[in-house]
């Protein structure tokens, strides 16, 4: 009887730690994608602006 309850403990105990695992991956994932937007977003403003100062050292 003892060993049935530690081993339902066990596996509750496996079962809560997947879930907190299954949530923080989750969070992770939506940090790093939104990483990647602002990333994207800065090599874009990046780009815009090496293209005016392309056009401004032409004029000169």
Known sequence: MFAVAVGFLGLSV?????????VEAQRLGRQVADSAR???RAAEDLERAAVGVARSADAL
Do not use: E, K, Y
């Open 38 to 40: 602002r990333i994207n």
């Open 14 to 22: 496996l079962g809560v730690l997947a879930v907190r695992v299954f």
